[in-house]
């Protein structure tokens, strides 16, 4: 067997912050490339929902573990995460976009993970967006990890996802990378 790359992760979608909605949770993912297997672990689910704070915050504190092997890092693993929460008519709807890569290095790694959600691009779209409380969504989940096709969408910023990540890698050297 050729070498490979092992990537381990463990850790947590701890929180996020926004002003857009009290009642918040999240739909994750982790995207990699084509030569990127899952070992073990769960790539993608939804953590419990939580009531915003007074500063803002709903914390999740949810768990996260995957294993990855691969002969090369091109496609690095990346989170990708979207927020939702109730909008003004008591509706689900979408509250914001965000990736994120898994740390290079090994070791404890806390990030806040940008928020962005798409803009109205049209006044008929703004005024549909003012009277059913629903901001434009994407249908493709992991659009958010590609490169291709995200200068064109509008978008706004609305605030940030805290995760960390406990990083443990291995084979590096065998395939003469050095981190």
Not at 25 to 40: D, P, R, T, Y
Not at 143 to 163: D, H, N, W, Y
Request: aromatic residues 12%; negative net charge; contains cysteine.
């Amino acid at each position: 067997m050729s070498a490979q790359i092992s990537l381990s992760v463990q850790g947590q979608i701890i929180s996020c912050t926004t002003e857009n909605t009290s009642d918040l949770f999240c739909k994750f993912s982790f995207h990699a490339g084509q030569e990127w297997s899952i070992i073990s672990g769960i790539d993608d689910g939804v953590t419990q929902s939580s009531r915003v704070n007074d500063e803002r915050t709903a914390i999740w504190n949810f768990p996260l573990e995957i294993v990855y092997q691969s002969p090369k890092p091109s496609g690095w693993p990346q989170l990708i995460i979207a927020v939702y929460g109730e909008n003004r008519f008591g509706n689900e709807s979408v509250v914001g976009y965000g990736a994120v890569h898994v740390p290079l290095q090994p070791g404890h790694h806390e990030m806040n993970v940008p928020l962005f959600s798409r803009a109205p691009s049209s006044f008929t779209q703004r005024l549909k967006s003012w009277f059913t409380g629903s901001m434009p969504e994407s249908i493709s989940f992991n659009f958010i990890a590609g490169s291709e096709s995200r200068e064109i969408i509008k978008s706004e910023s609305l605030g940030f996802v805290t995760a960390s990540f406990d990083v443990i890698l291995s084979g590096l050297k065998k395939l003469d990378y050095y981190v």
